[in-house]
């Protein structure tokens, strides 16, 4: 079935660390790609999207490229800050005759120490 | 503008009791999705709206759970006979059309807890 798995967390960093999460997904078809991000007592909101192969999303220093051969839309920013500290979800949508639901992994929290 | 606005914004309730949970979606936008935010089950996907068609319904979890969409505007997911495991925040978004491309705006939610 369509599927979206991300690294478990908590992920700890100190301030200006490099930032890796990843995604991989399992879809049948082409799906869009997208990154939204929960910051503490907030509701969910988008990061970044891609909506086809080699597109690369990018918002407030993050990025992500939708890489079809590995099925992957990992997320990345170069210099964290503490206010980057929030739960982050890797998401799908539009496989073939599902609209737009969106399908979800299982959110992966980044907390950042000054 | 205005955004995505669900209520109430915390219900507690007993086992057994019905509960209603209201969405109000951004103007103008024709797709309207319900998800379920659990610490066991992470965000899943409930039912969604798209226009007049008829919604899907394929991730309701039980016949408990029902939800209607009244002049394409306004929502309203039911919960029937409320069970513990139902704990959880309900997650209401819109977007201008259903598909993969467009955006969903997410409203705070609404986190239910059954006693």
């Known amino acids: ?114 | 503008g205005a955004g995505v606005s669900q209520s109430p914004s915390n219900k507690v309730t007993e086992k057994g009791k019905d509960v209603e949970l209201r969405c109000d979606p951004i103007s103008g936008h024709t797709a309207l999705y319900w998800y379920r935010q659990s610490l066991g089950q992470g965000l899943e996907f409930l039912i969604y709206f798209q226009g007049n068609s008829a919604p899907d319904k394929s991730g309701l979890p039980s016949d408990r759970f029902s939800a209607e969409r009244t002049g394409g505007s306004v929502s309203t997911l039911t919960i029937q006979r409320t069970q513990q495991e139902d704990s959880a925040v309900y997650l209401c978004a819109s977007s201008f059309q259903s598909g993969g491309s467009y955006e969903q705006y997410f409203g705070p939610g609404t986190r239910l807890t059954v006693t």
């Open chain 1, 1 to 114: 079935g369509n599927s979206v798995t991300q690294m478990e967390g908590p992920v700890t960093l100190s301030e200006e660390a490099f930032l890796t999460i990843n995604c991989t997904y399992t879809a049948t078809g082409y799906p869009s790609l997208f990154w939204y991000v929960q910051y503490p007592g907030e509701g969910l909101q988008l990061l970044l999207k891609a909506t086809k192969a080699d597109d690369k999303g990018s918002n407030k220093g993050f990025e992500a490229t939708y890489r079809k051969e590995t099925t992957s839309f990992h997320l990345e920013k170069g210099s964290v800050q503490v206010s980057d500290s929030a739960v982050y979800f890797c998401a799908l949508s539009g496989i073939y005759n599902q609209g737009g639901k969106l399908i979800f992994g299982q959110g992966t929290e980044l907390s950042v120490k000054p």
